[in-house]
């Protein structure tokens, strides 16, 4: 119960209920943290609606049957209505040593649910692009968080690993290496080698456009790969493989938590494409519509108001992206169990992903109290020139190579802020900053929101950055190096000048916070407190001083203080996937 809105909030309750009868018991307190005292609460302006008077009036009664005895030291009318609460410096100092004692900051454990997050979902044969990046990225934070809040969470990395593209893919590999086809990629080398399959894939392509011959040759390779033939699916077992390790050698450079067992590619629901569409048959929600099977969910109209059909069995008797997408609701809502499915993919999917929610719900597979879906939509990575991200040469980024220069980028700096660092140390801190930068970057702003890629803001010692909050850590914790002390225990902390205040309610903070991005999933407002917190313990040191403090009391509460807050830090930095080196 460390965090005060638990104490504060069902005071309220009881002062709500006290005041204007027990049907009111269950409004919301609308309690916030405040700049004029520690918090605010605004419920008598939520009232008045269905009460009447002036809320002046309403927080009056309600203050007059406050209970917070030792809890706060002030509460007082302000305004057009509001209730300001200023804490008792007592409660405070608990509230802050209950956090320092406790393993989880401060983060209490939620209602435990099982949630299935689709996440990074590349593509075989392909490059990661951006939205790949973006999603991995994302999608890694808040796995991290939910499990964090005590969610059971169940990773898919829905790789796109079937399909048409793999006619052309597979044919070209034929004509590329005759009877015996040699894998277009050089097994022998340690390095991951998708970069040639990447041009490996345009070449297919530009076949496929141009030759007829080898376009028919093409489709007739889909047909055996979907039937099942075997030559077909070993060459087809060597992308896939090609890949794998491409990906496991992605993540890891990226310290992303996906793992190769977490791969539920495309191909794993083909056996199971048959009884979705028996289903949505059974269930009178799919027809015939020119010669294709197809679902028109209501709601969802094309330009000239013409109903939009999901197509779930094509003309040709093949099955695509939403019939698989279809069968992975019904899978992991049904099989896997999960009340919630998370699907962070980018914003261009957004009517996709909404059309396969409506029949999935339709199917009686979502909803109805069961299970329920969430779009995690993102925008895009932009060039200095606002347009997509790309090289100087026009070509897409490649993501191995964003990382390298990130990692470099960072050691430069690194090695001009700090020049004693030891070289093993400099590497550490260089690959901790360059890829935490780039996270950060992704992280910190509204996802939803376009966001310029600029590697000299990303890189920035100041402003709401990684190397900023990394920073701040590692100097934290070279006070106890300069100390040359233990941390000591935080049972005895003085909360007492106006800069120890701030730094403990943003500390008591943290726990709310990491809820909230675990029920928004959005992890920007993370970063944004991370910030806060850092700000306050600025200027709190600035203020305060702590190995020079009046008295021993105070220098042990300040210390308690600094560590707690590098703590708070570091894990924070933890949930978004990022490192914290102790020092830089
Ligand atoms: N592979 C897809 C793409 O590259 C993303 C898949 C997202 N997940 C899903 N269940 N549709 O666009």
Redesign the pocket.
Known sequence: MADPLHTLGPAFQAAIAAAYGPEHAGADPALRRSDRADYQANVALGLRKQLGGAPRDIAQKIVEHLDLRGVAERVEVAGAGFINVTLDAGFLARAVSEVARDPRLGIQAGEPETVAI?YS???VA?EM?V??VR?TILGDALARVLEAVGDRVIR?N???DWGTPFGMLLEHLVDDGGSAPKPPVDDGGSEPSVGDLNTFYQEARRKFDSDPAFADRARRRVVLLQGGDEATLALWQRFVAESRRYLASVYAKLGVTLRDSDIVG?SFYNPLLPSVLAELVEKGLARESDGALCVFPPGFTGREGEPLPLIVRKQDGGYG?AT??LA?VRYRAGTLGARRLV????SP?SQ??AM?FKVAELAGWLGDGGSRAEHVAFGSILGADKKMFKTRAGETVRLVDLLDEAVQRARDVIAEKNPDLDAVTREDVARAVGIGAVKYADLSNDRIKDYVFDWARMLAFEGNTAPYLQYAHARIRSIFRRADQAVPAADALVIAAPAERVLALAILGFGEVVHEVAETLQPHRLCTYLYGLSAAFSTFYEQCPVLKAKTEEERASRLALCDLTARVIARGLDLLGIEAPPQM
């Open positions: 689709d979902s590349p593509n392909k692009h939205g790949h999603s898919q829905h790789l796109g495309e992206y698989t997408d992975a699907y962070v993919v980018g999917q996709h992903l396969v």
